[in-house]
């Protein structure tokens, strides 16, 4: 077993580090040894180390939390991933939360953006996971989003961007493509302000669809692009530490009849836009 471990992973060092800690496991539970013998269609584990991650500032914290239900509904700060991806893992919400409130089950029913702010929704047990999950699915999670971005004197709003939203694979972005509308957002604009000496807009975004990056895609295809995105229209290089300009956009909102309890849920976030790495979340 070690030795086809060696040559799978390409990493002697960390391989006998691991077995000689008693780390490398089998299905069954039993430690890999120097003597295991190599089981053809067997299973073994073997955890990577953590890349080095830059702490991301602010916490999550708790909206609401229903034990009978196993529902747990938290504020997301800027920059922090909703869930263990490529290089976020320890630097997510979902980590964060399980070593902080002690919830080794805990699982995300949906997801945002890692530079979206606002209200996530969590279970804390497996077995409350499928009905949340599934409500979801079937669009039962009704969503309101607010956000500052451009303005444009010629467009009329409200209105509602209808289009083909399709991520592939290898590419950051989220591109419009021809074919049947998969993505539905409605735009309205609420007011305007002043951010850094610049009139923006202050617009509600309801979406009736969740394709990846959809606000942002049709936000930037409006011409109105969201404060402090890096990706839309265009991709800016931006370091893994700089955390001086959080993307402008809040999940404000959610709402949806609870399918385990049967009550009618609406969570709305404490935090406020413009939105600042700094910005307070009371509990």
Request: hydrophobic share 35%; proline share 9%; net charge positive.
């Amino acid at each position: 077993m070690v030795d086809f471990l060696l040559e799978r992973t390409g990493d002697p060092e960390g391989v006998w580090r691991r077995v000689g800690a008693g780390e490398v496991l089998l299905g069954d539970g039993t430690r890999v040894g120097p003597g295991t013998p190599y089981r053809p269609g067997g299973t073994a584990y073997l955890y990577r180390d953590l890349p080095e991650e830059v702490d991301v500032p602010g916490e999550p914290t708790v909206l609401l939390r229903d034990d009978d239900t196993g529902l747990l509904a938290v504020d997301k700060p800027p920059f922090l991933a909703t869930m263990p991806r490529g290089s976020h893992v320890a630097q997510t919400v979902l980590v964060r939360l399980r070593r902080r409130l002690d919830l080794p089950d805990l699982a995300p029913v949906h997801r945002l953006d890692r530079l979206t702010s606002g209200v996530l929704l969590l279970t804390t047990r497996a077995d409350a996971r499928a009905p949340y999950q599934r409500m979801v699915q079937h669009g039962g999670l009704a969503k309101t989003y607010l956000a500052l971005a451009g303005l444009r004197a010629d467009l009329q709003l409200p209105l509602t961007v209808r289009n083909r939203l399709v991520k592939h694979r290898g590419q950051l972005q989220t591109r419009v493509e021809p074919g049947n509308p998969n993505a539905a957002t409605r735009v309205e604009l609420l007011g305007t302000e002043q951010v850094g000496g610049r009139v923006v807009g202050r617009y509600r975004l309801t979406p009736t669809t969740g394709q990846t990056h959809q606000l942002r895609v049709h936000l930037a295809g409006l011409g109105i692009e969201i404060l402090g995105d890096p990706l839309y229209p265009r991709v800016r290089d931006v370091a893994p530490g700089d955390f001086s300009a959080p993307l402008q956009l809040l999940a404000h909102e959610v709402r949806f009849a609870d399918p385990v309890s049967g009550a009618d849920r609406c969570i709305t976030s404490h935090r406020t836009l413009p939105i600042t790495t700094s910005q307070p979340s009371p509990s």
